[in-house]
């Protein structure tokens, strides 16, 4: 790795970090040529990687990630430039873990990056985040225990990858400060792609050498969308597996199908946090001037918007009524066209499955007949001869060969009649080399011996 540059991007969770990355894989073919390594082949391959450094199960994946991140390492190991690795789970790593991660990639010349967005929209974004992994609590339940874990601890994993100069700190630690980078999520209402500008920018990418956009996208629900789903986990969790949760209800109803209803209420803090939570951040703002890292963006873009009119404030915990049916009619209507494409395809299946089946059963049955018919002509005066032209056609011929070879299985079995001198392959004095015990379809009384049962062996072996 001498010489090489190494990009560690560790999150944060809900920064943009999914329309970022799908930006680089999509285009990492024209950033290798300009000696830029996105090393992934598929979109989850830094996942895995994730999962095994930090030693994480999520959900029963942690054995399909067993070795994923030696392979990353191994892999960009050689590559003579540029290398950037990212995924936001990265951000709940341990001093032990952000240790052996600067030791494998070393000698590179590593930097840390890492993306924070206001507190103000990362509570409602990850308290959805929650609901789309399982968790049935309220938005007010869930910004109660979050405050009770920051003033007791802030152990819990909001906290772990959300406080912004502890992640960098564990993360920045080994190395110099001028090669930590945070780069600040734009405020609502700015340009859409003024957060992967600052990223291009940092990455040293050209915009030419990014054509391909990107259409992934990880948009919030809405109240009464987040309502719903919350139901359907009360019900449903511990009774699917987490593969089937993973596929059923966070794929086809909260990404393909509620998050693109549209939100009919946004969550928001309610105007009674925004005075603690602009003193969290004002303690953290002043951690991170004074740590001296590069940033690209505004510090003062960190700080939570000015709150609402309390009178204006819609909580999110008590959405519309009726947009709660629209949206759990819109759950019902996925489910029973999901359940008619595989029932479809299983029907699909079991056909193909049943024409198999007969075309093997005909298959059998030719080889079976050609096997009689090829006895019968063994049985004619002239046979030695006719049996070696036989063989020796076999090898050219693989219709010919599978006859051959049903002809032998039923001679082993004593389908056809037992006349040793039929056998194809000769016995002890009919002037065929090799002893009785190296032949095919020997005489009876004899051990056969699988291993000599060879379809292009030599003629004297047939």
């Not at 065929?432 to 190296?438: E, K, L, M, T, Y």
């Amino acid at each position: 790795m001498t010489g090489q540059v190494v990009y560690l991007h560790v999150g944060a969770p809900k920064t943009g970090t999914t329309y970022v990355q799908d930006l680089l894989f999509r285009n990492r073919e024209r950033l290798a040529q300009e000696g830029l390594l996105y090393a992934a082949d598929r979109f989850d391959d830094f996942f895995m990687a994730a999962l095994d450094l930090l030693e994480l199960e999520w959900g029963g994946m942690g054995s399909q990630a067993a070795g994923a991140w030696d392979r990353l390492v191994e892999r960009i190991r050689d590559w003579p430039g540029t290398v950037v690795i990212s995924h936001e789970i990265l951000a709940s790593a341990s001093p032990e873990q952000v240790q052996r991660a600067h030791r494998d990639l070393a000698p590179a010349e590593v930097h840390i990056i890492y993306s924070a967005r206001d507190l103000g929209r990362q509570f409602p974004a990850e308290w959805q985040e929650t609901v789309k992994h399982q968790r049935s609590n309220s938005f007010a339940t869930f910004l109660a225990e979050e405050k009770a874990d920051y003033e007791a601890s802030g152990s819990g994993w909001f906290w772990h990858v959300q406080t912004w100069p502890e992640v960098l700190e564990r993360w920045g630690g080994p190395i110099t400060p001028s090669h930590v980078h945070l780069v600040t999520v734009p405020p609502e209402g700015g340009r859409h792609d003024l957060l992967w500008d600052r990223f291009r920018a940092l990455l040293g990418i050209e915009p030419e050498w990014c054509t391909v956009p990107s259409d992934r996208t990880n948009p919030s629900l809405g109240s009464a969308e987040t309502k719903v789903l919350r139901q359907i986990n009360e019900r449903v969790r511990g009774k699917l597996s987490n593969a089937d949760y993973r596929y059923f209800v966070r794929e086809q109803l909260a990404h393909l199908t509620l998050a693109k209803r549209g939100t009919d209420v946004r969550a928001t803090l309610p105007p009674t946090l925004y005075a603690w939570t602009r003193d969290v951040t004002a303690t953290w703002l002043t951690r991170l001037r004074d740590a001296g890292y590069d940033v690209r963006g505004d510090l003062e873009e960190l700080q939570p918007a000015a709150p609402p009119d309390p009178d204006g404030w819609l909580d999110p915990d008590a959405p519309d009524p009726a947009r709660s049916v629209g949206a759990a009619v819109a759950c019902i209507e996925t489910l029973l066209f999901e359940a008619a494409r595989i029932n479809g395809e299983r029907l699909r299946t079991e056909t193909e499955r049943d024409d198999t089946r007969r075309e093997l059963a005909a298959a059998e049955q030719r080889a079976r007949d050609g096997a009689a018919e090829l006895h019968a002509h063994l049985a004619t005066p002239g046979r030695e001869q006719f049996k070696r032209s036989v063989v020796q056609l076999g090898k050219e011929h693989r219709s010919l060969e599978v006859a051959l070879n049903s002809y032998r299985r039923l001679r082993r079995r004593r389908v056809l009649p037992a006349d040793s001198s039929l056998a194809l392959g000769g016995q002890a004095g009919d002037g065929v080399s090799g002893s009785a015990g190296d032949r095919v379809g020997g005489p009876v009384g004899q051990p056969f011996d699988e291993s000599k049962d060879r379809l292009n062996g030599d003629a004297e072996h047939s």
